[in-house]
Each structure stands twice: as structure tokens, then as C-alpha cells.
């Protein structure tokens, strides 16, 4: 059995034509197949529309979240959910050509257990955005030994992967580098980004980069290093500048050296204060996990009999 995963945020235009197209594909490949749309608390009526294509269609299920959980939460919810042999995740906006599945699919009756589905190319992109993930990929490259340029949340697992991925405690998680981080035999095919279907991206500026902190701070201690390296660093010239000051001052022209005053201050200043908001990430990221609060909460589901016990853990 084929599961499909489908987050979607506020996607009414999409939903049809991604139930049609992920269906029409799903079915060439197997009989058995389910698309699970992950309602992330929508407010543009996208629930009525999955729950009308479940009453159509008995392939297509639907859970909806209690408010907006983030795309993270709902491909975990989905994976939770989905009883697939073989678990597919795509977005709902088609820019992740479902004809690919095809090429996946074919690769995991190979043997692949994961199977990654990387852009040949970033599609249209405004420049700013694209440095700002250059960036954020050249960190965590660096960083992590992760190499996520050009991969995408396109991806089809393994039901052994999903059953790893279910079983991370963790709840701050960034499917993109786990899927990978779990191991097993990987795959890659290639894909062009399409144009979105309809609508807009749904991500803002602030929350790409509280997602690009909590994917760095999740896979890497190094900005922590960093921080104890330039202390280091600080301290050996604090060392030299201290003698200096001394023999200026036993030479009795201890009033120069007013501008490296000023100057030190304010550098050391900032890369405290720096440090502080560093150490800070990584000290919410514990808060939150021990927490130990649900990564969402399902209010609604259709298409099946609601008897599964699912609290998000
Ligand atoms: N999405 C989601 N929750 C969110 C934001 C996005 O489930 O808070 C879904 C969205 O409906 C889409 C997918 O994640 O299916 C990718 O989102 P989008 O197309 O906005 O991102 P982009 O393609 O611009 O990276
Ligand atoms: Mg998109």
C-alpha cells in the first residue's frame, strides 16, 4: 500500500486539482493507495473541501489541526497517520510534480528506502530569499556534514524510515535533514520546482528564519564553539592589551589608548551579548522540549472511523 502525505495551509484552490493529479498518479501505481491531507488549521475553508472529496472518494483522508501547527508538524502528523507500505510526502501546491512518484515508486520496489526527490533547479525565487537559504545551507553544511542544497520535502520513505521517524522523541524536528539523519539506503531523482498552482507561499520572512534557527540549532552545537573560540581568542588579546596598558602605565602615560577603550568595549560587548542570544536559542529549544507539549492537535478527521488515540507525542 501506497500512503500520501499532503500538508496544506490555507490551499483551497489547490486541494482539488492535488487530489486529482496525486490520485490519478497513486492509482496508476497500486490499487491500494491513500492520500492524507493534513488540514494545519486552515481558515480558508480548505477542511469542507477535503471532507468532500473523502465522502467521494474513499482514497482520500483528511485530519485537521486545532490551529496552525507549521508544515513541519503536519508531515509528522501524516507520517503518523499513514498505514502505507511505502509513504510519499508532496506538497499541496503541485510545485512538486506528482508524475515524479512514478520514478520514486520504481526506485523503492528497487530497494531504496528513502527516496529524495532534489531540484535541478530553485524555480523563480526572489534574489534576497535566495541568499538568505544559500546561507542557511552553507551553515548547515558546515555545521552538520548535512548537505541540504537543492533537497526538498518531496520525498518517499520506507515503512521501516516511518517507523524510525515516529519513534524521535524530539519534538522541535526538520524533516528535510532527518529523513537522512536516520540512515538507510538513499536515493535521489531530480526534479524542476513548478510554479505554484494557486495562491501564495505561505511562508513569511520570520517564519523561514525561525525555522532556518531551529533546523541550525537542532543539528548543530557549532555556533556554541564558536562563541567559547572567540572567548579564546578575546583572552589572548586581553593578555597582550593588558601588558601594554601596564607598561604605559608604569612609563606614567597611562591616559592613551582612550579609542581601543571605547572600542574594546563595544566589541566585547556585542559578542556577549551575542553569545548570551546564542546560548539563549539552544536554552528555549530545551525549555520547549521538556515541555514535553504535543507538536499539534488533531480536532477533526475524516474518511475513517475516529478511533485512533493520536496526542501528537
Ligand atoms: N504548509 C503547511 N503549513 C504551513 C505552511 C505551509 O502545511 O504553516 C504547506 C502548504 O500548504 C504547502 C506546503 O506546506 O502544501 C509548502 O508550502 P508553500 O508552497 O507555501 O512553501 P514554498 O513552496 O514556497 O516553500
Ligand atoms: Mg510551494
Not at 498518479?25 to 493507495?33: F, I, P, Q, R, S
Not at 516511518?162 to 519534538?171: D, G, K, W
Not at 523561514?208 to 556554541?224: D, E, H, K, Q
Request: aromatic share 12%; glycine share 8%.
Amino acid at each position: 500500500m501506497l500512503s500520501v502525505v499532503i500538508p496544506a495551509y490555507n490551499e483551497r484552490e489547490n486541494i482539488p486539482a492535488a487530489a486529482k493529479e496525486i490520485g490519478y498518479v497513486a492509482g496508476k501505481l497500486t490499487d491500494e493507495y491513500e492520500l492524507i491531507f493534513v488540514d494545519d488549521g486552515s481558515k480558508d475553508g480548505s477542511w469542507d473541501i477535503i471532507c468532500g472529496l473523502s465522502e467521494q472518494d474513499k482514497h482520500i483522508r483528511g485530519l485537521r489541526f486545532s490551529r496552525n501547527f507549521g508544515k513541519e508538524s503536519a508531515i509528522f502528523a501524516g507520517l503518523k497517520e499513514a498505514v502505507g507500505d511505502a509513504v510519499a510526502v508532496i506538497d499541496c501546491d503541485l510545485q512538486h510534480p506528482p508524475a515524479l512518484l512514478f520514478d520514486m515508486y520504481k526506485k523503492w520496489q528497487d530497494g531504496a528506502e528513502v527516496v529524495e526527490a532534489v531540484k535541478s533547479s530553485r524555480g523563480k525565487e526572489n534574489i534576497f530569499y535566495k541568499m538568505f537559504a544559500g546561507l542557511f545551507y552553507h551553515i548547515m553544511k558546515k555545521s552538520s556534514g548535512i548537505d541540504l542544497d537543492r533537497t526538498s520535502d518531496y520525498k518517499l520513505l520506507d515503512r521501516k524510515v516511518v517507523n524510525a521517524l515516529n519513534e524521535l522523541p524530539e519534538r522541535q524536528t526538520f524533516f528535510r535533514a532527518l529523513s537522512g539523519w536516520v540512515g538507510f539506503k538513499s536515493e535521489r531523482v531530480e526534479f524542476d520546482v513548478a510554479p505554484r498552482n494557486a495562491g501564495k507561499s505561505k511562508w513569511s520572512f520570520f517564519k523561514l528564519y525561525r525555522y532556518a534557527i531551529s533546523s541550525i540549532t537542532g543539528f548543530t552545537n557549532l555556533p556554541m564553539h564558536i562563541i567559547t573560540w572567540s572567548g579564546a581568542l578575546f583572552f589572548v588579546f586581553a593578555v597582550i592589551l593588558g601588558i601594554q596598558t601596564l607598561v604605559n602605565f608604569c612609563m606614567g602615560n597611562a591616559a592613551d589608548g582612550f579609542s581601543t577603550v571605547i572600542i574594546l568595549l563595544l566589541l566585547i560587548g556585542s559578542i556577549l551579548m551575542l553569545g548570551v542570544g546564542i546560548i539563549g536559542y539552544y536554552l528555549s529549544k530545551i525549555y520547549e522540549e521538556i515541555k514535553c507539549r504535543p507538536r499539534y492537535i488533531i480536532s477533526r478527521r475524516t474518511g475513517q472511523p475516529d478511533n485512533r488515540k493520536d496526542n501528537g507525542h
